[in-house]
């Protein structure tokens, strides 16, 4: 997996409400060593604006839906609306990303394949599109 994309996670459905699970082995590409979510974001704000170079990230809805925005390094957008907690976004290592549109009560999970690292951020847009 080279490219961001849509990965389907388990969903087991059941009339008493669905159930949705993430194991290392399973449904994502690396083992997870860090996992964070975003909470409480206002309105019009925007999150994320950087790339991790070396780590792996899947970013999942667990309530309400946001846009991820990819800008690849050609300049290029992709944009990915996450509304639905069984699906999440795959975004290999070196890829711009920001979130925007923000629902009421949106609640993303970020999963990692790495400790948290201020090294690994790239985090001017001008020099990521320009290496």
Not at 36 to 47: Q, S, T
Not at 67 to 84: C, H, S
Not at 123 to 129: E, H, P, Q, S, V
Request: hydrophobic content about 35%.
């Amino acid at each position: 997996m080279e490219q961001p994309q849509i990965i389907q996670l388990p969903k087991i459905q059941d009339p008493r409400g669905n159930l949705t699970f993430i194991q290392n082995g399973n449904a994502i590409p690396f083992d997870i060593k860090r996992v964070f979510w975003i909470y409480d974001v206002p309105g019009g704000e925007i999150r994320g604006g950087h790339a991790l170079k070396t780590q792996h990230e899947i970013i999942i809805s667990l309530s309400g839906s946001f846009d991820v925005v990819i800008t690849l390094p050609n300049g290029q957008n992709q944009k990915f609306t996450l509304n639905r907690s069984y699906f999440g976004l795959y975004i290999p290592a070196n890829h711009w990303r920001h979130m925007e549109n923000f629902s009421t009560n949106a609640v993303s999970l970020h999963l990692c394949n790495d400790a948290f690292d201020e090294n690994d951020y790239s985090r001017d847009l001008n020099a990521y599109l320009n290496q």
